[in-house]
């Protein structure tokens, strides 16, 4: 019998594949069942009161010694509420977008689940979460973060206890109270304050709506955020008004994420049938941005500017170390139970907090005799308006702007109303931009004459609704008719009604400044100074957060550090002459004409601008990037945290050139946290360590979160680093930072002014701290009249009380590989025969890194025969008797005053003369020489008056020259680097 063959079809391969995975789908799907219910049923009893409790466990921060030195509150964050003050709207928008089934379901929701994997895999809209409310609720109360499936699986499990524990709105109360609402508003009353300026009872529809929208991501979705003002672009941002929050003001913009989210959950709850056809179309239309009224945030004196710095780097950390988002590590912050051990030193930080409250004491004395304001350059115009020096308003006197009552106002001639009704605004005090119309700020002069500076706001006036009209800001009637409070008109004059615009009647003390103090051997922050305080008030952190321009405090870590490293010496000698940019002189000095040729440590002492921009030119400004990142200038790995602005950031706009690099001139600027960061390089040895404010974060479980280990990065060697360590103590001993010499304390640093002297600095060290000090007016268009030998007497009375009952330190440790060599300053090389004869004292002895010390002989000094009558080279004819040796120097490259508008340096009376005595010739040698004339025994007279005594010429136009204002338009050619570590001649 003959047997058929089995055929193989594609249709049974096909049924035994659906056989075989079905198999494996019901082998694996028990095994991952049997695995759940393993972790569900391992989940402890829950306690469902501590979702009715406080909300959290208080973070705690201690500091390097233990103690405690604050209980982080979140009190201004959060404000309870029950659920029978949050209206119907609000608890339907919120279950509408986030748990539509949440009045049915048992704590989890199958149904939900799979409708949001469906509707995502359909329209890519994700708007509808799968997790429930409860879900949510449970995530944040019991449980960590964590992705992970124990985490998911023990989540439903609590979910559906809790459920049973509670009821439904008991659990919709403490979700409602918890939720993060963005702008550090936590629960829906902090957040109908904080976008709306009133009570959860008191919200419409709308306005339930926009918060609702919140909660799927806190960062995306708030109605409006913040900016600081130099990021605000008024041609793509809406302004919905200003905020001052601890002395920064700070513009929130119009978030449309938000409105378009809004509308979502509004047709959501139409879907639902949680509002009718009428109110859902008349919600719809409903301008957004209208109804965004920012609250100011009244922030207590809870803390000092130290523990504020250590939890936002504790955020910034968690961020960093797990992938949170700033909410998640926040609500760590605020409510995991940490204990942060900080750096801090109390006893140094209140001795600092203490210097400034004497601020004024310790830098003017006794100011009843002096002038207000204290320390600034403040210039009014004929109003008594504060003006820059371009004569353009910086602030109004308080008067001109606000009236007796505390209102702002238009005088008569500043407004009118035009035919329409529209009001026109023609006014200094209103400035209008694309979105908005700003009030100009005003100053006023407290009782210490102190100068303080007030923040205004916007009028509340949609960008629509108004416009520029030849001048006039023209604003619709129709926006006057919506909003009747805005003002009043009495006696002519047109009053804003107070609540409409928003006034910081407390002000801010100018001048202001910031301190910070490191320990740099093991990089901690030990105290820090963030402003001076006005009436206890806390104040924007300036030694942390902001950016000032570092002046002439840049050239030790952004030229002479990297010059060092590359072979130039401290007896390197640069040449102060001359320089153009763009056909006009530039850089110019802090003095007045040029020194001529100094070594690279008096150039550092005397802080000299063009020998900073030489010595730039001749390393290469783009050489200097690679040490600007290892010291934390410039952080590679968060370029969003850096304030240097790089080639590949902005090629047309950044801070690769000498005016950033060399003078401090940068696109932002450093903080004083930064700047002082940067130097650890220079004062450990050449070893940044980038500085911490805590060394460990510990979790509720007595987990570690977070651990500060000092992690060094070798920017260069350590001689290097001691020769430019020892520069900087020479500045302070020999140079322009004498004021900042602490006593019986080797002291180390630089002085920094920018422009105008809007910027003063000293950063410097001890062996023991390194610490930086500014000061300037928060506003730089106000310049302060004096210079950075008051930032270096602050720091010196800071640092000196931080180094009480330390033992005195006279000299800094020495590396092995320091030697020590005489040389010649003016050539840097070893000194010649003629540089001892040179009258200025040239010959000195100097430090070097071994291998750099010069080999070769001085080749500048030369000695030639002068002329003493015309101060020319001798020629044959000068009488002998007038002829003298004498050593001068002769510049390699050449200097020549005529290429440079007959600009002479200082040092010009030592340069070898290059022209040779016109004043004597064979002409006048036989006239001198004749014996017929001057043979005394020949007894005729009359050859005396026939042939009269020769009377020398003029030779005034020889000697000077005008000198004292001489035209600066001759570029000066860069300087040749150093070839070679046996010979650095930066002119060969």
């Known amino acids: 019998m003959r047997h058929r063959n089995k055929v193989f079809t594609i249709t049974k391969l096909v049924r035994y594949f659906i056989y075989i995975t079905l198999i494996i789908m019901i082998v694996f799907g028990t095994l991952f069942a049997l695995a759940g219910l393993k972790i569900m049923s391992q989940v402890d009893a829950i306690d469902p009161r501590i979702v009715n409790m406080d909300l959290n466990e208080t973070s705690i921060i201690y500091d390097q010694d233990g103690n405690l030195i604050e209980k982080i509150a979140t009190a201004e964050y959060r404000t309870m509420i029950g659920i029978q003050d949050m209206p119907k709207n609000l608890t339907n928008a919120f279950i509408a977008i986030e748990d539509e089934r949440f009045r049915d379901h048992v704590g989890i929701d199958p149904h939900g689940i799979l409708a949001s994997l469906y509707q995502a895999y359909k329209t890519g809209d994700n708007a509808r979460g799968a997790s429930t409310i409860t879900q949510q609720l449970v995530k944040n109360t019991f449980l960590t973060p964590a992705r992970t499936l124990e985490r998911k699986l023990k989540e439903a499990e609590i979910s559906i206890q809790l459920e049973k524990m509670l009821t439904k709105d008991q659990i919709l109360e403490a979700y409602l109270n918890r939720v993060s609402m963005g702008q550090n508003a936590y629960g829906v009353e902090e957040a109908a304050q904080t976008y709306f300026n009133k009570h959860a009872k008191d919200l419409d529809v709308v306005e339930c709506a926009m918060l609702a929208s919140i909660v799927k991501n806190p960062n995306t979705y708030p109605p409006f955020y913040r900016v600081a003002p130099n990021n605000f672009d008024q041609n793509t941002m809406e302004k919905v008004g200003t905020i001052d929050i601890l002395g920064q003001t700070y513009m929130l913009v119009f978030n449309p994420e938000n409105e378009n989210r809004a509308n979502a959950v509004l047709r959501k709850m139409h879907e639902l049938e949680m509002i009718t056809d009428s109110e859902y179309e008349t919600a719809k239309k409903v301008d957004k941005k209208s109804l965004l009224k920012p609250a100011e945030k009244k922030q207590n004196q809870i803390t000092n500017y ?542 070097f890194v071994k291998g750099t010390e010069p080999k070769q002989v001085c080749d500048l000094h030369v000695s030639a025969e002068i002329c003493e009558e015309s101060g020319k080279l001798a020629n044959e004819f000068c009488p002998e008797d007038k002829k003298v040796m004498k050593v001068f120097v002769q510049r390699k490259p050449a200097y020549n005053p005529e290429m440079h508008g007959g600009i002479m340096p200082a040092d010009w009376v030592y340069e070898l003369p290059t022209e040779t005595c016109d004043i004597h010739n064979a002409e006048t040698v036989d006239e001198e020489e004749s014996p017929e004339i001057f043979n005394p025994d020949v007894e005729n007279p009359n050859l005396i008056e026939e042939f009269p005594h020769h009377k020398p010429g003029n030779n005034e136009d020889n000697e000077g020259g005008d000198n004292e204002n001489p035209p600066e338009d001759i570029e000066l050619p860069p300087p040749t680097p150093p070839r070679d570590n046996s010979s650095v001649d930066l002119f060969e």
């Open 306 to 847: 130290f523990a504020d710095y250590v939890k936002d780097r504790v955020v910034e950390d968690l961020q960093d170390k797990y992938g949170w988002t700033k909410s998640r590590a926040q609500d760590e912050l605020f409510y995991g139970g940490l204990k942060i051990y900080s750096t801090i030193d109390m006893k140094l930080q209140k001795q600092v907090e203490e210097d400034y409250k004497k601020f004024n004491e310790i830098l003017v004395g006794d100011t009843t005799k002096l002038k207000a304001p204290l320390l600034l350059d403040m210039t009014l115009d004929q109003y008594g308006n504060i003006i820059d020096s371009n004569g353009k308003l910086v602030f109004l006197n308080k008067a001109n702007v606000i009236s007796t009552d505390s209102r702002i106002y238009l005088t008569q001639d500043e407004f009118k109303f035009a035919d329409n009704g529209d009001l026109m605004i023609k006014s200094v005090k209103m400035i209008p931009y694309q979105s908005n119309i700003d009030v100009m700020d005003y100053f006023t002069i407290d009782n210490s004459k102190n100068l303080q500076t007030h923040t205004i706001g916007s009028l509340p006036i949609k960008k629509d609704d108004f416009n520029v009209d030849n001048g006039w800001i023209r604003i619709n009637k129709s926006a006057l008719d919506e909003n009747k409070k805005l003002f009043e008109i009495k006696d002519n004059v047109l009053y804003f009604n107070e609540g409409q615009i928003f006034i910081n009647k407390d002000g801010v003390v100018q001048p202001q400044s910031a301190s910070i103090i490191i320990d740099y051997k093991n990089g901690h922050i030990v105290a820090m100074a963030g402003g001076r305080d006005v009436d206890g008030r806390r104040i924007f952190n300036r030694a942390t957060n902001s950016q000032r321009q570092p002046g002439s405090a840049i050239k030790p870590i952004g030229v002479y550090l990297e010059a060092l490293d590359k072979g130039f010496t401290a007896a390197t000698p640069i040449d102060d002459v001359p320089m153009t940019l763009n056909g006009s002189p530039w850089p110019n000095n802090w003095y007045s004409g040029y020194k001529g040729i100094t070594s690279l440590r008096y150039a550092v002492e005397q802080s000299i601008n063009t020998s900073a921009v030489t010595t730039l030119n001749a390393i290469g400004a783009r050489n200097v990037i690679p040490y600007l990142e290892k010291m934390n200038i410039i952080d590679k790995a968060h370029p969003d945290r850096d304030t240097f602005v790089t080639k590949e950031e902005n090629e047309k706009y950044n801070d690769e050139n000498a005016s950033a690099l060399a003078l401090g001139g940068m696109t932002k600027g450093l903080s004083p946290l930064r700047l002082a960061s940067a130097y650890s390089a220079i004062a450990n040895d050449g070893k940044f360590i980038n500085p911490s404010p805590y060394t460990k974060v510990i979790d509720n479980d007595g987990k570690v979160l977070l651990e500060f280990k000092p992690e060094p990065i070798q920017v260069v060697s350590p001689q290097t680093a001691y020769i430019m360590k020892d520069i900087l103590r020479t500045v302070v001993t020999n140079g322009l930072g004498k004021a900042a010499q602490v006593p019986n304390q080797v002291t180390a640093g630089k002085t920094g002014t920018t422009q105008y002297t809007a910027d003063l600095w000293f950063v410097g060290f001890t062996d023991y701290y390194l610490g930086a000090t500014w000061i300037g007016s928060d506003t730089p268009r106000i310049t302060m009249n004096k210079n950075s030998m008051i930032a270096a007497q602050m720091w010196q009375n800071i640092m000196t009380k931080a180094h009480e009952g330390k033992e005195p330190v006279s000299a800094f440790n020495r590396p092995d590989g320091i030697i020590k060599s005489s040389v010649c300053t003016i050539s840097g090389k070893l000194p010649g025969e003629f540089c001892s004869q040179d009258p200025r004292g040239v010959v000195k002895t100097e430090i």
